[in-house]
């Protein structure tokens, strides 16, 4: 009897929605007790932990979540892997492609390698595993770490990701230093089963440049993953960063991730978003426009295919007079994915003489894909341009026979439309090699047979 | 049939015939669009190296004929053939006619976005010049395109910049029908239907597009040029012109009878063939294809 009400119990917990039974308090203390790490972090990670079991109480921000179906998501499936896993070289999409500064990785949630060029070290910059450089540098790093760009208890996930966090990217550029060559950092799993909790902080001082592109990877397709992510910019005044995160876990991962940028006075954020990978992902994106005269450029680059769930939650906030935003999101879609963005544009009433402008376009290459956009404005000022918009379209007929008519067989000339689609946002992104890398795994993507099988269908003359 | 000739050229398409040229027959074709039937019967002989003209009034079948030509799948041939030196094609997707010599100068060039002029003609230059070639094979040389492509610019009084733009993104209508004609000049088809290029257009334009028309047509290239209007004819003189209504060819003459249509409008020809006007009640063939 009792084995069978604790059965029925456990049904009724699968049925109401599973991603609220989170972690418990024992994977906590089991967690604690594989740290080696000083008072403070460990206090940190405690009020994180209350905060995070407080929050599953609570229903999740619908306006942010209603379109995203969570209810399967059982967290009781990823542990957090305690050892550094043998990983061996971990191919990804930016291997390779150019000359970096320094580079770190972390797998299953751990540093496993991390270098910085020594003239780039030499300019006071820190670059390197986020655990080692804080515990070296509390004074100057602690005061930024989920305080401001993504509190401790902003959501369920941030709060979870604050007290279970391991590993992590940091990179510090002090006033007024450039750092010319962009630095890579990777965030990959090698094990069935593994949850990540990454972090990605950077923090630019007053008149520094640097740019950094990060990616997540898979070691193979099978296995199962979560990451649960956490990403801070801040960006001091006359500062400027270029961040590109290329999100291309394979499609057993669940990505989960609380982004968010902080942009002081005449400081420009360059912020590209790319959305390969994944079973599902959420992506919670916060551009803070906090100094007057700040600007920020958003792009956001998905292609979604098989059953893969993609959805997007960005807030452009003008906290300031004569601040600007730019963004513009454009998703491909196959098979049977589905996509959601969810644009908002607010604009506090100090905000004047802001200019603000969200646009998400979306290609459908099926019938069976789905896409919702929706974008939308609060504007408390009352001198302010803004403009949003989105579309959401099918590949259109006559391209492809103009194409064809050229003597560009069917397969080449969709390639060509969904390149020609992307190409208006690559046009956007500043660096070379990121333009290439993603048109090259765009092609790859496209595995160009299957979306030629679903067109022909669409046909007339498809009669086998 | 093949030729003694040990001379390499035309090797690569394999069907170009020897000294009296391509030909493309057109018999007895019927098309309908969304099962409405448009041409009801269209026979026409074109041979490389002539110039035809197909004139008439709006809706009497002229852009379907040269959409069905072209191969658009929303104009389906219910019977009748098209023939390139006796090879049917009737069947074959628009790339597949496109790599066996015909071009359509579209009346409505279409927009890609993000796709470059010379990318676009970078592969349709490499699939019409090697009819083998698959996606993802080697284009035709870098260097080599580009100077091709600046020459023809050149020629046309085309601004170099235009390879650079995305395919008719932002073009006005003359920069739109002048790519057309570029398109033109470097796929050099065996046949190429000029589509209303005209229309739309200022009196520069048109004879900019006629020019360049001109400059390119010759022997290797069978016309057909549909038009409203005489002045694309001036500068590329029809040997022969064809006047559709209710989806036939109803008369067929010299070029004067361009003249004669200029002059006097169509009431005279309809007169003449008051039986060609559509009927609603007409009942298409079967289909055969």
Not at chain 1, 80 to 106: K, M, Q, Y
Not at chain 1, 292 to 312: L, W
Not at chain 2, 167 to 188: C, T, V, W, Y
């Amino acid at each position: 009897m009792l084995y069978q009400a604790g059965w029925e119990a456990d049904m009724t917990l699968a049925v109401a929605d599973l991603s609220r039974a989170g972690y418990s308090a024992d994977i906590f203390a089991a967690f604690l007790a594989t740290r080696r790490e000083p008072q403070w972090i460990t206090e940190a990670r405690q009020r994180a932990f209350a905060s995070y079991q407080q929050l599953l109480q609570q229903e999740l921000d619908p306006e942010e979540f209603r379109r995203l179906d969570l209810r399967t998501f059982n967290a009781s499936r990823f542990r957090p892997a305690a050892a550094v896993p043998d990983a061996g070289e971990i191919s990804t999409l930016l291997s390779g492609r150019t000359e970096f500064g320094g580079a770190i990785a972390h797998v299953d949630g751990h540093v496993t390698t991390s270098r910085i060029a020594p003239e780039i070290s030499a300019q006071g910059v820190l670059f390197g595993g986020l655990q080692e450089l804080l515990e070296q540098h509390r004074e100057l790093l602690e005061p930024y770490f989920m305080t401001r760009a993504v509190p401790a208890d902003a959501d369920r996930f941030a709060a979870w990701h604050a007290a279970f966090w391991t590993s992590g990217t940091l990179l510090y550029v002090p006033r007024g230093v450039e750092v010319q060559l962009p630095l890579h950092s990777l965030i990959a799993h090698s094990h069935d089963g593994v949850a990540d909790f990454s972090h990605t902080l950077i923090i630019l001082e007053d008149g520094a440049r640097a740019t950094l592109l990060e990616e997540t990877a898979s070691a193979n397709a099978e296995l199962s993953g979560l990451h649960v992510g956490c990403v801070e910019l801040i960006v001091g005044r006359n500062a400027c960063l270029r961040y590109v995160q290329l999100q291309n876990w394979n499609q057993k991962t669940w990505h989960l991730a609380h982004q968010a940028g902080n942009v002081e006075s005449n400081a420009t954020l360059q912020w590209t978003v790319v959305g390969l990978g994944s079973r599902t992902a959420h992506i919670h994106q916060d551009i803070n426009l906090d100094g007057r005269g700040s600007m920020a450029e958003v792009n956001g680059v998905t292609f979604t295919s098989d059953r893969q769930k993609i959805s997007y939650y960005t807030q452009q906030h003008h906290r300031q007079q004569g601040t600007r935003s730019d963004l513009l999101y454009r998703e491909v879609l196959r098979d049977d994915s589905r996509v959601i963005w969810r644009g908002m544009i607010k604009v506090d009433a100090a905000a004047q003489q802001t200019d603000g402008y969200q646009r998400s376009d979306a290609l459908m290459l099926s019938e069976d894909a789905r896409c919702d956009s929706i974008p939308g404005l609060e504007i408390e000022a009352d001198d302010v341009r803004c403009t949003h918009g989105a579309t959401t379209g099918r590949v259109d007929r006559d391209q492809i026979l103009y194409c064809m008519s050229r003597g560009i067989s069917r397969r080449e000339a969709m390639h060509m439309i969904v390149e020609g689609f992307f190409q208006q946002i690559y046009d956007r992104i500043p660096i070379e090699v990121v333009r290439e890398t993603l048109s090259r795994a765009v092609q790859a993507k496209l595995g160009i047979e299957a979306v030629a099988a679903d067109l022909l269908q669409n046909d007339d003359e498809d009669e086998s | 049939m093949s030729s003694e000739v040990n001379g390499a050229s035309g090797a690569a398409a394999g069907t170009v015939a020897g000294a009296t040229g391509s030909v493309l027959r057109i018999r007895d074709l019927h098309v309908s669009v969304a099962d409405t039937p448009i041409l009801r019967g269209v026979n026409m002989q074109i041979r490389q190296g002539e110039v035809h003209a197909l004139m008439g009034p709006n809706g009497s079948g002229k852009s379907t004929l040269a959409y069905a030509l072209a191969g658009h799948p929303n104009y389906t041939i219910t019977s009748g053939s098209i023939e390139i030196d006796g090879v049917e094609i009737s069947a074959f997707e628009a790339d597949a006619r496109a790599r066996l010599g015909l071009f359509l100068a579209f009346q409505y060039p279409v927009v890609i976005p993000g796709v470059k002029v010379a990318d676009f003609l970078r592969h349709a230059v490499s699939n019409i010049r090697n009819p083998d070639r698959r996606e993802g094979e080697g284009l035709i040389g870098m260097r080599e395109f580009r100077k091709e492509i600046r020459d023809r610019m050149t020629e046309l009084g085309m601004d170099h910049e235009f390879a650079r733009r995305y395919l008719n993104d932002g073009f006005s209508g003359g920069e739109k029908k002048r790519m057309e004609i570029l398109q033109l000049a470097m796929l050099q088809p065996r046949f190429a239907i000029l589509d209303e290029t005209d229309s739309g257009l200022d009196s520069d334009a048109v004879r900019v597009v006629s020019e360049g028309l001109a400059k390119l047509s010759g022997p290797q290239m069978g016309v057909l040029i549909i038009t409203h209007h005489e002045r694309l004819l001036e500068f590329n003189r029809p040997q022969f012109v064809h006047v559709m209504l209710g989806g036939r060819i109803v008369e067929t003459g010299g070029a004067d009878l361009a003249h004669e249509l200029h002059a006097r409008g169509y009431a005279d020809i309809r007169a003449r063939h008051p039986d060609a006007a559509p009927e609603p009640t007409h009942t298409t063939p079967a289909a055969a294809v």
